[in-house]
Nanobody, 127 residues
Framework: QAQLVESGGGSVQPGGSLRLSCAISGYTYTGSSSMGWFRQAPGEEREGVAYLYLRDNITYYNSPVNGRFTISHDNAKNTLYLQMNKLKPEDTAMYYC???????????????????WGQGSQVTVSS
């Protein structure tokens, strides 16, 4: 059974940076494997943040984070990352990593398509 474990969250001032990690174990990678980061702020619905189709290195970012966040995957470490720069208070949320066994060539942030989820890591941006 696949297991995804996030780490790297915390508190940071506006304009700062954080890098989230998602350690993946028990997951069988295929040519269709894709990964995503989602977030959920208090009282809000969960929203997609960043998407990565591993085989072709296709990425997609939701517009609020485009240009500030970067999704990547280390094949040797089986770890997914989300580098977050120029953080804003509105980025405050619980962040989740997720994996699925299908891919999209453009936006892949369809929450229902993801089969495996991590438990979440809290990111708080405040002065």
């Amino acid at each position: 059974q696949a297991q995804l474990v996030e780490s790297g969250g915390g508190s940071v001032q506006p304009g700062g940076s954080l890098r989230l990690s998602c350690a993946i174990s028990g997951y069988t990678y295929t040519g269709s494997s894709s990964m995503g980061w989602f977030r959920q702020a208090p009282g809000e619905e969960r929203e997609g943040v960043a998407y990565l189709y591993l085989r072709d290195n296709i990425t997609y970012y939701n517009s609020p984070v485009n240009g500030r966040f970067t999704i990547s995957h280390d094949n040797a470490k089986n770890t997914l990352y989300l580098q977050m720069n120029k953080l804003k208070p509105e980025d405050t949320a619980m962040y989740y990593c997720a994996a699925m066994d299908q891919y999209y060539r453009t936006c892949g942030l369809f929450e229902g398509a993801y089969r495996y989820w991590g438990q979440g890591s809290q990111v708080t941006v405040s002065s």
